[in-house]
């Protein structure tokens, strides 16, 4: 797939069992899906359901709470526990020939000291990950220093890449031009709207995943950039439907059926698409 194909994720959250929510985000256009590992779901009958559908399967989200483990769990004992989840998570992308395994380098908005504790573990999922011949693509979370200590490590390997979160950008990294920094090594994209930071301190609160386009996000500076590291995979929405606590940004969203949101967000993303590729 390539930057004419336009995907979107399947959530639990939606309300809908994943089929039904595939068959809509098929009929509305989408070329392709991807969702989060969930090790108590069956992966490999969703996973084909989708790709019988005629949809492709992009990547798995891999689990993130816990993530803050690796680098800061001396003991060891939940950070082995978050690294057995990614050793599924892999195991599950490589069973299904899913080529990409998406990962936040931390959680956790006070978290600001990465370590070598941290980098030995990480090391640990990135040749796991290697031997399964699964690529991992690094997100732009909290903690831009996190992401920034992991790819100055294993930055160089050739199954090691970039995940770019446009919120996350606006929100979490204040402003920071992640693209410019990440963008040589950008595989995938969790792009997505919001109103940047709206309180003194940065809390997930403003993390509003809302359409492309109802933000402060500046779409075709986006899209330049985007076109600046040379990237020509699928463009993939990361959305959420529903509003973030005390906020009301979604709420129109919430108003929707899902088959209503599902085909906005299609003509979005096809808005997105056409600048993108102009």
Not at 21 to 50: L, P, R, T
Not at 78 to 92: Q, R, T, W
Not at 132 to 138: D, E, P, S
Not at 209 to 234: E, Q, S, V, Y
Request: with cysteine; proline share 2%; glycine share 8%.
């Amino acid at each position: 797939m390539d930057c004419n194909s336009v995907c979107t994720g399947i959530d639990k959250a939606f309300g809908l069992t994943y089929e039904e929510q595939i068959d809509i985000i098929k009929n509305a256009g989408f070329a392709g899906v991807f969702s989060d590992w969930m090790k108590d779901e069956d992966m490999n009958g969703i996973i084909s359901y989708a790709r019988n559908a005629g949809l492709e399967y992009i990547y798995l989200h891999a689990p993130f709470y816990g993530v803050d483990d690796l680098w800061h769990d001396e003991e060891g004992k939940l950070a082995e526990k978050m690294l057995k989840d990614l050793y599924g998570c892999a195991d599950c992308c490589a069973e299904n020939n899913v080529e990409i395994m998406v990962c936040h380098a931390i959680i956790g908005m006070d978290n600001h000291s990465p370590n070598e504790l941290g980098l030995e573990r990480i090391a640990k999922i990135v040749e796991y990950a290697k031997e399964k011949g699964v690529k991992i693509a690094f997100e732009n979370t909290e903690g831009p220093e996190y992401l920034q200590m992991i790819f100055d490590r294993f930055g160089h390997y050739d199954h090691i890449g970039f995940c770019f979160d446009s919120g996350h950008e606006m929100c979490y990294n204040a402003g920071i031009d992640m693209l410019a920094r990440h963008g040589e090594k950008l595989i995938v994209t969790h792009l997505n709207d919001n109103m940047g930071q709206t309180e003194e301190e940065i809390t997930f609160h403003d993390d509003n995943h809302m359409l492309p386009f109802d933000g402060i996000g500046d779409w075709n500076d986006i899209a330049a950039r985007m076109h600046k590291c040379g990237f020509t995979g699928p463009l993939s929405f990361e959305l959420v439907k529903g509003n973030r606590p005390n906020r009301n940004t979604n709420d129109r969203y919430i108003k929707m059926t899902f088959e209503e949101y599902i085909a906005e967000a299609y003509d979005r993303a096809d808005r997105f698409r056409k600048i993108y590729n102009t």
